[in-house]
């Protein structure tokens, strides 16, 4: 018997700047999980890719990691329009965001799809913690 190949975990994040997804995907590969990782530039781009992945019968990602200011669609606006399709899948959202304003992490807490706020940078360490939780 084969061991089992570990599953990959899919990982959107949406945020318009490069820089930040760069440092993710870096963080990522020292995690040590498998992990596919999806970027999309604003929310609206977001909310885009999951009604074709719903349409297409493709698994949605697990994790989800949103910055608060975007243009088109910003995060706060991609959670409503998220919550709004009704989706019945587990996907562990976070705000992540260089926002250190206290409304906007009161404000986190009022959404049902948003499990926690996160300051950037995202460390190695709180990224693990992440993917630990969703493999357990």
């Known amino acids: 018997m084969q061991p089992k190949e570990p599953s990959t975990i899919n990982l959107l ?79 562990d959202m976070y705000m992540l965001s260089s926002s250190v304003y206290e409304n906007d992490i009161e404000k986190a807490k009022g959404y049902q799809s948003v499990k926690g706020f996160i300051s950037k940078p995202l460390s190695i360490d709180r990224l693990k913690e992440l993917l630990a939780d969703i493999t357990n």
């Open 13 to 91: 994040v949406i945020d318009d700047d490069d820089i930040n997804i760069f440092i993710i995907s870096k963080i990522v590969e020292k995690t040590g999980y498998a992990v596919e990782i999806c970027a999309k530039h604003n929310g609206q781009l977001a909310i885009d890719y999951i009604k074709d992945l719903v349409a297409n019968n493709q698994p949605l990602p697990q994790l989800t990691l949103i910055d608060i200011n975007m243009p088109i669609l910003n995060g706060w606006e991609f959670i409503e329009a998220y919550e709004a399709m009704q989706l019945n899948a587990k996907n």
